[in-house]
C-alpha cells in the first residue's frame, strides 16, 4: 500500500500542467521577440519552441 501511495504522489506532481520547463522557454520565446501559438502564419518563421507543443513564431524579416 505504501508503493501505491508513493508512486501516486510521484505521478500527480509530474502530471501538473504547468511543468518547471514551461515557464523557461516562453520567457526564451520572449527574447528572441516572438511569440508562442500552435502554428506559425505564413508570413512568419519558427525560431523556438514553447511548452505545451507550441511553438514560438517570429515574423520574417528579409534580408536588407
Do not use: D, H
Request: glycine share 8%; proline share 3%; hydrophobic share 40%.
Amino acid at each position: 500500500m505504501g508503493t501505491f501511495l508513493f508512486l501516486f504522489a510521484v505521478v500527480f506532481f509530474l502530471a501538473q500542467p504547468n511543468s518547471v520547463g514551461t515557464g523557461f522557454l516562453e520567457e526564451k520565446c520572449l527574447q528572441y521577440e516572438g511569440r508562442c501559438v500552435a502554428k506559425c502564419q505564413i508570413n512568419e518563421e519558427l525560431v523556438a519552441l514553447c511548452g505545451k507543443f507550441q511553438k514560438c513564431c517570429k515574423l520574417w524579416e528579409p534580408c536588407q
